[in-house]
């Protein structure tokens, strides 16, 4: 069905199988360790003030939730705006539709070449291969992008892509690359090496693709932040501008945009601003000498839809893809993006990805978490992380059906594959363990039998293996603490 | 736009409008910060973001600019003909001020692309003011003073009035009215261009300018 489209399923090794494999690579944990460190300090610095943090995300969260509870009617202005602007806009359901879109506006132009900016939507798409597949070259232009494009590898980051190499690293993938680079570890050399290969790409390239932060509906602007200036050359140096993004950047004014610029750099890298703003609403004009003379909107939906069907799990669109729940994951510092093996790692990609995915895809990625709450902590649009991962922890085992009032039902769950973990050795343990709860003779004998003879039990038995294959089995006393507790006194009598 | 782009468009609305509705909430009360003296949290802020500024006065500043880049070994400045402050340059070089050569972005980037990408030092602008509060410049590209002047060449020169110091983009936008007419592209500038893409090391000038220098005209000097 359509609207399941969306994402390929990234099926492979699980989150848990991929985990050991970095949490036994030094160099990796040093790496991320370092980056998250610096980051959530940098951060820090740039709220000083708690009561004005609070003041402003409170703000930051009720623009993005206002825009939400109106977005049909918002994407239906932007579109217009746009439009009256000058700027074409299209739509697609799933990645395959946006990818033919671009692909299509690209051919009608003969473009055979594009610079990019740094997308995450175009990620998701996985433009570059596409485009690739029909002959367009897509060169990324964002450092850390180019970094891993040379190095045939994908962002472990939202923000800051290729965060997972350090300077040895990257100086040897210039050195064996760039043509006529020698190895040197001094970093201005290397960022001047990937300036002088990217201008040419800048100056030779036919067209510009380009993600979008905030997408106004009022004026039908888009609003792009960075700080290298790859993004103003990617929208204004090419002919032709092709922005990518998914549906629910959008907000409704132009005064939303400014409580969102203070929460956004100073969340992502502890700035107070990131170096450029980029705020495009429209094609060259008549008489102005540069700038694309075609600018276009792809407007992505590929699951997102779906996921604002709950009103609950629809707070996961107000993401503004800061990353700070990522710097500040515990899980995240410690295993690095590419561990779980999609477009979006960490916190947010832990909500995003089992719902544009799907349960079965992805329904092991909020277990992979703690549920600490630091995320929600530091998430400057309040998005209730931790709340999420335990709803769709239960989406899992125990779906939602769609209600039986929704006219037309669209799904059957209300998450994609609703049910997926489902087990019966899983219930069959739960069920066991209610009875034993709540009758408080039959609780008794079976503490009295595991303190007798649990230790006999071998760590492999059935049900046992699949706790025990992670965790040391745990050692039974031969008294409980219920005989303890008895014996110092105390009673179990509620207090008058 | 094409028919599976329609469909798309009918299919996503009808989704999302098939929801069931949510009250948008009421926008919780934010006061932006103000500064007493806004200039000082400006320079702050700008010198920060690695800006350069030099406190010039509406007379003199090409003579001083002249002295700033014969200094540095500047060759050639790209300037917008048109704009108040291009032309001022033009007329103090045809005056005999020692001006570095003054290249005019005076046709369309596809005439000017290869001077642009790789034959200028420096280019000069004007701004529509700037925030204290981030350090920040506002630049609204014209017809005459393009895109491209204050990105692609390796140095920018942003000429600012001290009088047209805001608090903060939110005071701007809402003090200005931005939203009852959106330029082609309206700009934000907070420094040189940099990453921080290789181990969180700051290198300046990846692609924009590596260098920003603010001549800050101050007011009745
Ligand atoms: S969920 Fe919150 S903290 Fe995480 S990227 Fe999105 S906005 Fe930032």
């Not at chain 1, 190895?183 to 380009?210: H, K, M, P, Q, Y």
């Not at chain 1, 993600?211 to 790859?230: D, H, P, R, S």
């Not at chain 1, 609950?312 to 561990?339: F, K, Q, S, W």
């Amino acid at each position: 069905m359509a609207a399941d489209g969306g994402m390929h399923a990234e099926h492979g090794p699980r989150f848990a199988e991929r985990a050991p494999d970095a949490l036994n690579n030094p160099q990796l944990r040093r790496n991320f360790r370092r980056a998250m460190d610096g980051l959530m300090a940098k951060r820090a610095a740039q709220f000083p003030d708690p009561a004005y943090w609070a003041e402003l995300r409170e703000r930051g969260a009720a623009v993005k939730a206002r825009a939400l509870a109106k977005l049909p009617d918002l994407l239906e202005r932007l579109e217009s705006r746009l439009t009256a602007n000058g700027v074409q806009v299209h739509w697609a359901e799933t990645t395959e539709e946006a990818n033919a879109i671009v692909l299509g506006i690209l051919q009608q132009a003969g473009a055979r070449t594009v610079i990019k900016g740094k997308s995450m939507v175009s990620e998701e798409m996985h433009l570059n291969a596409h485009l690739e597949r029909h002959g367009i070259e897509a060169v990324e232009s964002d450092l850390g992008e180019y970094i891993i494009q040379l190095a045939g590898e994908t962002p472990s980051h939202i923000v800051m892509p290729c965060i997972h190499k350090n300077k040895d690293e990257i100086s040897d993938l210039f050195a064996e690359k760039i043509p006529g680079l020698e190895r040197t570890g001094d970093v201005d050399e290397l960022t001047a090496a990937a300036r002088r290969v990217l201008r040419e790409r800048f100056a030779n390239a036919d067209a510009g693709i380009s993600g979008v932060n905030f997408a106004v509906a009022e004026t039908g602007t888009l609003v792009l932040i960075e700080n290298e200036g790859n993004g103003r050359l990617s929208t204004t140096l090419p002919p032709l501008h092709i922005a990518v993004t998914g549906i629910e950047k959008v907000v409704e004014y132009l005064d939303d945009i400014p409580p969102l610029l203070a929460l956004l750099p100073r969340s992502a890298t502890g700035q107070p601003i990131t170096t450029y703003v980029n705020m495009i609403s429209g094609p060259r004009k008549a008489g102005e000498k540069d700038g694309p003379t075609a600018v276009h909107l792809v407007l992505l939906d590929a699951g997102r839809s779906r996921v604002y069907q709950d009103v609950e799990l629809a707070d996961t669109l107000r993401c503004i893809r800061c990353a700070a729940c990522m710097n500040h994951c515990p899980v995240y510092t410690r295993v690095g993006g590419h561990t779980y093996n999609a477009i979006y790692p960490g916190p947010i990609g832990k909500i995003l990805t089992p719902q544009l995915q799907g349960l079965d895809a992805a329904g092991d990625q909020p277990h992979a978490s703690t549920l600490c709450n630091a995320c929600a902590e530091v998430c400057p649009v309040k998005i209730p992380i931790p709340d999420l991962l335990v709803r769709l922890r239960r989406e899992a085992v125990r779906p939602t059906e769609t209600p039986a009032t929704h006219l037309p039902p669209l799904y059957s769950t209300v998450v994609k594959d609703g049910g997926a973990e489902r087990s019966w050795t899983e219930s069959l343990v739960w069920a066991g363990w209610r009875l034993v709860y709540t009758r408080p003779l039959l609780y008794r004998m079976v503490t009295r039998a595991l303190a007798w003879g649990g230790n006999w039990v071998p760590a492999d038995a059935p049900l046992m293996r699949d706790w025990t294959k992670a965790r040391a089995k745990p050692r039974f006393k031969p008294r409980t603490l219920h005989d303890l507790a008895r014996e110092r006194g105390y009673l179990n009598e509620v207090p008058k | 736009m094409s028919a599976a782009s329609n469909t798309a468009r009918a299919n996503i609305l009808g989704r999302l409008k098939a929801a069931p509705g949510r009250p948008g909430p009421d926008l919780a009360p934010w006061t932006p910060p103000t500064y007493t003296d806004k200039l000082v949290r400006f320079r702050q802020m700008a010198e920060a973001n690695h800006a350069e500024i030099h406190d010039v006065t509406a007379e003199t500043w090409p003579a001083r600019l002249a002295t700033i880049l014969n200094n540095r070994g500047v060759g050639r400045l790209m300037v917008a003909p048109g704009t108040p402050r291009g032309d001022a340059l033009l007329r103090a070089a045809a005056q005999g001020v020692p001006l570095p050569t003054l290249v005019p972005y005076d046709q369309p980037v596809e005439v000017l692309k290869d001077a642009l990408v790789h034959r200028v030092d420096a280019g000069l602008t004007g701004t529509r003011g700037a925030i204290a509060e981030t350090g920040t410049l506002i630049l609204w590209p014209t017809a005459e003073e393009p895109r491209l002047l204050s990105l692609l060449p390796p140095l920018h020169i942003a000429v600012l009035e001290e009088d047209t110091l805001h608090d903060t983009l939110a005071a701007v936008v809402r003090d200005q009215g931005w939203a009852a007419g959106m330029p082609t592209n309206a700009l934000l500038i907070s420094g040189p261009s940099k990453t921080s893409d290789i181990e969180q090391t700051l290198a300046y000038g990846v692609h924009g300018p590596k260098e920003l220098i603010i001549l800050l005209i101050r007011k009745g000097e």
